[in-house]
């Protein structure tokens, strides 16, 4: 990677990602494109940045073609359960941007790294230990379109030679912005009670176990994976990773080992349930280690510590 496009910078993953580049790379050679939602201070001050919108493929292509991009990531997407209230909507957000991300790379013969999800399983997917390679037959929106994606990513590789590469994450962790209208929010929103109000009502049941990754981990395995030797990729688009799989209670316990009053409640959202329970319990994730050398850094346990440290800080000064 060189001249990087990032689009949905100002997202969960693009607010932290940009940053982590800007470091690695270039900081001028790190593109953070935005639509609505602003972007932080950070981003704003620290490198090139353009409001434009994924869907509107000129406009894109003149960014491209203005920076000489070589690789775009396609952050750009309706999570799972925010998906269910607009499934056309979803479909074609989540759909128009890969679809313009993708045709434009072939023009000028660059790399695209798209996250898939775990999201891209399905209820008849085995659920321990999910293979790589397996059944996938996806019961919302969100899932249909990372598998169609997925599968455009390989045809445009094979097809055009454009550089396709992607990650299946799970649950993503973090403490800069706020996931919105995902079915692994809860594990990102108990920390922030938790903090604030000592106590958490949980939109998930005890015993729904989803594979979680904290977003270091996340934001390393994109850059392992995009500078990862092309010969040694097998699969390309949709890495299995994962870090740890935990149900709301572990998590509950892991904040009670530092806060010991902490109290958590249920109120159960039937439909972040019943996505939950379609996805994989947790993932194998060897083919990652074998292709390109994944290796997560942070448990429940040392995830717990730092983000209770980091959100302490700023929340209560
Ligand atoms: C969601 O919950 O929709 C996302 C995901 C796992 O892809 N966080």
């Known amino acids: 990677m060189k001249n990087i496009l990032i689009l949905g910078a100002a997202g969960q993953i693009g607010s932290e990602l940009v940053p982590y580049l800007r470091k690695i790379y270039n900081p001028s050679s790190v593109v953070a494109a935005y639509r609505s939602t602003p972007l932080t201070d950070e981003i704003m001050q620290g490198g090139p940045c353009e409001k434009m919108d994924a869907m509107e493929a000129e406009k894109m292509y003149a960014v491209v073609k203005k920076y000489n991009i070589d690789t775009i990531i396609n952050l750009v ?11 056309p909507l979803a479909w074609k957000i989540n759909m128009d941007s890969m679809l313009n991300t993708l045709e434009i790379m072939k023009e000028v013969k660059g790399a695209v790294f798209t996250p898939s999800s775990i999201g891209a399983f399905g209820p008849t997917t085995p659920m321990d230990n999910t293979p790589q390679d397996t059944l996938m037959r996806p019961t919302t929106v969100y899932g249909i379109s990372k598998v169609a994606a997925e599968l455009l990513g390989d045809y445009y590789h094979i097809k055009f030679g454009v550089d396709t590469r992607g990650l299946r994450y799970p649950g993503i962790i973090s403490n800069v912005t706020l996931p919105g209208g995902g079915t692994t929010d809860y594990a990102v929103e108990i920390y922030y009670e938790a903090v604030k109000n000592h106590r958490y009502t949980c939109n998930l049941g005890a015993g729904t176990f989803l594979d979680m990754m904290y977003m270091p981990d996340a934001l390393r395995a994109l850059v392992e994976l995009m500078e990862a030797d092309p ?30 009053d902490f109290k958590m409640e249920y109120q159960v959202d039937p439909v972040k349930q019943a996505i939950a329970n379609s996805w994989p319990n947790s993932m194998d994730h060897s083919a990652a280690q074998e292709e390109w050398g994944w290796k997560p850094e942070y448990d429940l346990k040392s995830m717990t510590a730092d983000m209770l440290n980091i959100l302490s800080k700023r929340l209560l000064g």
Do not use: Q, T, W, Y
């Open 231 to 260: 010969s040694k990729l097998k699969h390309r688009n949709c890495f299995n990773v994962s870090a740890m799989s935990f149900d709301p209670e572990m998590i509950a316990a892991a904040i009670r080992v530092h806060m010991p």
């Open 77 to 87: 997407a309706v999570l799972s359960a925010k998906g269910e209230a607009n499934p």
